[in-house]
């Protein structure tokens, strides 16, 4: 059943909100709930190959294995855009992960940009899929990645 405005706005900033606690905490296995069946996640790292991932289960194997070098790690939610219609949405995230690697004893952090396609199921909203692009990091060999080929409506590509 389709909220108010306000009311899926609310509902979608805390998706955002849960999806950092989750990869924050590093718990993985929580990341099934937020998503929808059959969601893609499609990561734009720039200084790396293209990857496409089938699922919050994959993605949860992945990012975990990628993340095992840093004793702190934070998701921080900087600014979100969003567009609803009935039980379908898009959006645009800004955010930052704060890092530090225990091996070098530094702080590397990043910046991405996610588009994302929401859909509601069962009255909560979920990811239908996610597009997420490298914009810069800090630390040893920090990089500016420079603007995305777009910042357009908050949608993802292939929509």
Do not use: K
Not at 45 to 65: C, E, F, Q
Not at 68 to 87: A, K, M, Q, Y
Not at 103 to 116: E, K, P, R
Not at 133 to 159: H, I, M
């Amino acid at each position: 059943m389709a909220g108010t405005d306000t009311d899926d706005v609310v509902a979608l900033g805390r998706l955002y909100a849960a999806y950092a606690d989750v990869a924050s905490r590093r718990a993985w296995p929580e990341l099934v709930a937020l998503f929808a069946e059959g969601a893609v996640i499609e990561l734009e790292l720039v200084t790396s190959p293209n990857r496409t991932i089938d699922g919050p289960v994959a993605l949860g194997r992945m990012v975990g294995a990628a993340l095992e070098r840093f004793d702190h790690f934070t998701v921080v939610p900087l600014n979100h855009v969003l567009d609803i219609s009935g039980d379908t949405a898009t959006g645009r995230l800004h955010m930052c992960e704060v890092r530090h690697d225990r091996v070098s004893d530094s702080w590397q952090n990043a910046f991405g940009l996610y588009h994302d396609r929401f859909v509601r199921l069962e009255g909560r909203w979920r990811f239908a899929h996610r597009h997420y692009r490298s914009l810069a990091r800090t630390g040893p060999g920090g990089v500016v990645l420079g603007p995305p080929d777009r910042f357009g409506p908050p949608e993802c590509p292939g929509s």
